[in-house]
């Protein structure tokens, strides 16, 4: 792994803050199956021109996919012997194109992602269709270095309708040697014409092992987190990253541990503590604790799916949990975009689940 540049002018809204870009980083921790199944169909010939890289948010897409970009720009051609004799699709970064890749120097490498708004000083809150056009433009154009071209869609659940027929209207009839990796934390509600022209490579969540061990690879910062802090965020991160990491932030576990004994009270509501959560992610300093919540509701929500599927008259019960979920997402959303008042938002969470877990019991 390398170590993490200096901070960037502008931060980049496919990393988390403090810890190394999916680009730089040199380990990828599970996914083995996935990893193989790409270098094979590299070394075969046999190439699709989109992958559509599937599964919970930071499990590990984007590592996987700058970790495949990386190897076929550095050997590409499949009938290179250190292509035919690679165990995985390691590269190491003092090779030129990996380097390039890592310093954002590389000609034939674009990132498709929400970018930074200089007059809020926030990041969009979606990919625009001008992101997916100017991204796109690379395509109409030679390879710098007479290779592949590569795209990283991160992610397109961000992608508007706009911008996603745009994309669609690239990958349907690509050029030559273009590669694109397509990021989705929910596959399912991406154009089914989107999905059926790309490969798919679902990932798993990683196991509690592997947490660790990516958290522990990010650094110093990260290396030097107590034992106990990193295992307690690693049992409750339900094999993502990124979420362990998000609760190791300040209050964020707290935050999370307090959801969840609310969440495990329903339909029974305290009103009282879950006002007092309301409260807590009001402001500037209460962002991270509003995604906490969000994400531990929307855990709670896919466990509690789960556990229910086989159930008599699972689809119909189920149907207003999944209703619910579509509502707090969209209302999320909105919430965001527009900075409106947390609190509601988090009352009518409650309320409304209330009602979902009522509907899935009677």
């Not at 509501?269 to 402001?283: C, F, K, M, N, P």
């Amino acid at each position: 792994m390398i170590k993490k540049a200096a901070d960037e002018a502008v931060p980049e809204s496919d990393c988390f803050p403090g810890a190394v870009h999916p680009r730089e980083t040199m380990d990828l921790f599970g996914h083995r199956p996935a990893e193989q199944e790409f270098l094979e169909a590299f070394r075969a010939s046999r190439m699709p021109q989109a992958w559509l890289i599937g599964g919970r948010e930071g499990i590990g897409k984007a590592t996987l996919a700058w970790r495949a970009a990386r190897f076929v720009l550095s050997y590409p051609d499949p009938r290179l012997p250190a292509v035919q004799r690679a165990q995985n699709l390691f590269t190491p970064e003092d090779q030129p194109a990996a380097r390039r890749i890592i310093a954002r120097a590389h000609p034939d490498v674009s990132v498709l992602r929400r970018e930074w708004d200089s007059k809020t000083k926030k990041h969009y809150t979606e990919i625009r269709v001008d992101d997916v056009r100017k991204t796109i433009g690379m395509f109409h154009r030679s390879a710098g270095e007479g290779g592949w071209r590569v795209a990283i869609v991160d992610s397109a659940d961000d992608m508007n309708k706009s911008g996603a027929n745009a994309l669609l209207k690239m990958i349907e009839e690509p050029p030559p040697r273009c590669l694109f990796f397509i990021l989705a934390h929910q596959p399912g509600r991406l154009l089914p014409t989107i999905r059926s022209r790309c490969r798919k490579l679902m990932l798993q969540p990683v196991s509690e092992g592997d947490v660790i061990a990516a958290i522990r690879a990010q650094g110093d910062d990260w290396a030097e987190r107590s034992d106990e802090e990193v295992q307690r965020a690693a049992r409750r991160s339900a094999g993502s990253v990124l979420d362990a990491m998000r609760l190791m932030t300040q209050g964020a576990l707290s935050m999370a541990e307090k959801a969840e004994t609310q969440l495990a009270r329903l339909p029974q509501i305290d009103w009282r503590r879950v006002h007092e959560l309301a409260a807590s992610v009001q402001g500037r300093e209460g962002l991270e604790g509003f995604e906490t919540l969000l994400t531990t509701t929307y855990d709670w929500i896919d466990r509690t799916a789960r556990e229910n599927a086989g159930l008599p008259g699972a689809p119909r019960r189920l149907a207003h949990l999944a209703q619910v979920w579509e509502k707090i997402a969209a209302s999320a959303r909105e919430t965001q975009a527009l900075n409106l008042d947390r609190r509601p938002l988090v009352l009518t969470i409650f309320s409304d689940l209330s009602d979902a877990v009522r509907t899935l019991r009677a």
